[in-house]
T-cell receptor, first 112, second 114 residues
Framework: GENVEQHPSTLSVQEGDSAVIKCTYS??????FPWYKQELGKRPQLIID?????GEKKDQRIAVTLNKTAKHFSLHITETQPEDSAVYFC???????????FGSGTRLLVRP | DTAVSQTPKYLVTQMGNDKSIKCEQN?????MYWYKQDSKKFLKIMFS???????INETVPNRFSPKSPDKAHLNLHINSLELGDSAVYFC?????????????FGPGTRLTVT
């Protein structure tokens, strides 16, 4: 069945460093790839997304890259700040399944 | 002006009881969802409704029954609660258009079964 694998499960970086989270999806029909940030006790919130006709998208300190051939997509956070500490989820939407499949999440800790 | 709201925020109940969680969205979206997030933070879709019609029903026990009285509301009723049902349940909505898959999550309902 459809699957999204996410790595690493935990990531600790020094404030100001970059953080990279990687995901792999299995459904070739997937065409939409959002990233959600979930702070402790809060709801998941969309931070950036990318569609299959685009290879890269950037929004200030956050960027997402997509390699459709390899079925990989990644989240890049530059100049990390303590408020970036949260759990990050990647997801993939498949036109064949009409649902979002979420990765298992990455707990990011930014050390001051 | 909350976009997606859920009630209650916390629910503590005993095994065997029946409980309901309510969800409402004021975004005019066509599609609504229920997700379960377990203690390891895995987010898994349970149900999806489009304009009051069930379109996704994952392998969820029959004890869980969603109901959508109109496209702005999607409620979740759970019968004979079990310890393993303890989790955070998120409602979400999306426009459901071909060009807009973004999902807007509610604040979640933390269900604890004792």
């Amino acid at each position: 069945g459809e699957n999204v694998e996410q790595h690493p499960s935990t990531l600790s970086v020094q404030e100001g460093d970059s953080a990279v989270i990687k995901c792999t999806y299995s459904d070739s029909a997937s065409n939409y790839f959002p990233w959600y940030k979930q702070e402790l006790g809060k709801r998941p919130q969309l931070i950036i997304d990318i569609r299959s006709n685009v290879g890269e998208k950037k929004d200030q300190r956050i960027a997402v890259t997509l390699n459709k051939t390899a079925k990989h997509f990644s989240l890049h956070i530059t100049e990390t700040q303590p408020e970036d500490s949260a759990v990050y989820f990647c997801a993939a939407w498949g036109d064949s399944s009409y649902k979002l499949i979420f990765g298992s999440g990455t707990r990011l800790l930014v050390r001051p | 002006d909350t976009a997606v709201s859920q009630t209650p925020k916390y629910l503590v109940t005993q095994m065997g009881n029946d409980k309901s969680i309510k969800c409402e969205q004021n975004l005019g979206h066509d599609t609504m969802y229920w997700y379960k997030q377990d203690s390891k933070k895995f987010l898994k879709i349970m149900f999806s409704y489009n304009n009051k019609e069930l379109i996704i029903n994952e392998t969820v026990p029959n004890r869980f029954s969603p109901k959508s009285p109109d496209k702005a509301h999607l409620n979740l009723h759970i019968n004979s609660l079990e310890l393993g049902d303890s989790a955070v349940y998120f409602c979400a909505s999306s426009p459901g258009q071909p060009n807009s898959y973004e999902q807007y999550f509610g604040p979640g309902t933390r269900l604890t079964v004792t």
